[in-house]
Structures are given as C-alpha cells and as structure tokens.
C-alpha cells in the first residue's frame, strides 16, 4: 500500500502519560499536514510542514505538543501530559504542492487518541 | 473571521432518490472549495475541488458540485443515491495562498433501503 499510514491506529492512555504518533507520507510528496478531528467536528489544522521545516502551527498546538519531519519524510507528533481534552482522532495528510500552489492532500485513516 | 458551515448535521433520504448537501463559506475572497468523504474506519477521501472556470465541477462516484458566488455557496449533488453512499461528508475551503484546509462540521449521510 502506498497511501499515507498512521500508527498506532488506536492508543488508549492514562492522563499525564506522554503519546506519540507516527505518520509515512506518500514517499514523493513535500508536505505533511497534521489535524485533529473530534466526535461530531470537522478536522482542525494543527500544523504543517514544506519538507522538513514546520511552516505553520495552529494555535490549537499547545506548547504540550510537538511534531517534527526531521529528514522531511516520516513525522511525530507528541503530546507531553495527555488531558482528556486531547481525546480526539489524529489525522495526517500529505501533498506534493509545486511553486507554492495547492496540492491534492491524501488522508491517512487516523490515529485515535482516548485519555482515561 | 473565515469559516465553512454545512447547515446540515444529518441527512437521510432513500436509495436512489436525488441528494444535496448545502456548504457555505465566509470569505474575502473567492477560496479553493472542496468536498470530501469520509466512511467509517477510512480516511478522506477527495470528491471534488473546484479553483476556478467552470462553476459545475464533476466529481468521482458520480459526485457534482455547483459554486455559486453570490451565495457563498458551493454545494454538493448527486442525481440518484446508492447505499454505499452513506458516510459523513465534508466541505473545505483554502484560502489562496493559505495552504491549509478549513473543514466544515459534517453532514452525515443515512440511506434508507
């Protein structure tokens, strides 16, 4: 499968326990996208990256949160001192965007978060 | 402030009945519009995107979209439902030049047999 693939699929966690997600793009594309999406919500950005460099955070990213593309292919994202707030699905979503336009964005199927 | 709205939250209609699903968005200036689906345990999927040119834009599944400017609108359409539609249904916006997507809620979509 060349789709864009998220792991875990599913991780259930105490709060104040620290998770990571990991998201493998489409190999050739540029961009990582990172969103959550809660129960009966559309996904909201969380942050970007244009290879390896983080382009944009949402303000939704709190200073709990970290993700990174250090070698501009896989990525992590980090939640430090889980609340039951961050219960949610974590999408990530890859493109490959030409001279600044807009490239088609490929879905991962999500990382579900549950903070007990 | 920019957002998308999809007004509604649950539609049902029977299989093979006609289909449309409302998405309007707030704004400065025309944005890229979108529509994606999203079934259960799968990721989303991209229906349709409409930039620019013509105002009807086809989409997969047999999936059409009408952008409207004067309404801020851009809904979704399809002439004749099947069961394997049912799923929840996103409309998005980018900004040109903002390189990220702005979701609305959902509708989610029930086929009756």
């Known amino acids: 499968d060349t789709g864009v693939s998220q792991d875990p699929r599913h991780k259930i966690t105490k709060r104040g326990q620290n998770v990571t997600f990991r998201c493998d793009p489409i190999?050739?594309?540029?961009?990582l996208y990172w969103y959550r999406q809660t129960l009966g919500q559309g996904p909201e950005f969380l942050t970007y990256?244009?290879?390896?460099?983080?382009?944009?955070k949402s303000r939704l990213l709190s200073d709990r949160f970290s993700a990174e593309r250090p070698k501009g292919s896989f990525s992590t994202l980090e939640i430090q001192r889980t609340e039951q707030g961050d219960s949610a699905m974590y999408l990530c979503?890859?493109?490959?965007?030409?001279?600044?336009?807009?490239?088609?964005?490929?879905f991962g199927e999500g990382s579900r978060l549950t903070v007990l | 402030a920019q957002s998308v709205t999809q007004p509604d939250i649950h539609i049902t209609v029977s299989e093979g009945a006609s289909l449309e699903l409302r998405c309007n968005y707030s704004?400065?200036?025309?944005?890229?519009l979108f529509w994606y689906v999203q079934s259960p345990g799968q990721g989303l999927q991209l229906l349709l995107k409409?930039?620019?040119?013509?105002?009807l834009v086809q989409g997969i599944k047999g999936f059409e979209a009408e952008f409207k400017r004067s309404q801020s609108s851009f809904n979704l359409r399809k002439p004749s439902v099947h069961w394997s539609d049912a799923a929840e249904y996103f409309c998005?916006?980018?900004?040109?030049?903002?390189?990220?997507?702005?979701f609305g809620q959902g509708t989610r979509l029930t086929i009756n047999p």
């Open positions: 979503a890859s493109s490959l965007a030409l001279a600044g336009g807009h490239g088609e964005l490929f």
């Open positions: 190999s050739e594309h540029n961009r």
């Open positions: 990256f244009q290879n390896e460099a983080q382009l944009e």
């Open positions: 704004y400065g200036a025309t944005p890229y």
């Open positions: 409409y930039f620019s040119g013509d105002t």
């Open positions: 998005a916006v980018e900004g040109r030049g903002a390189q990220k997507l702005v």
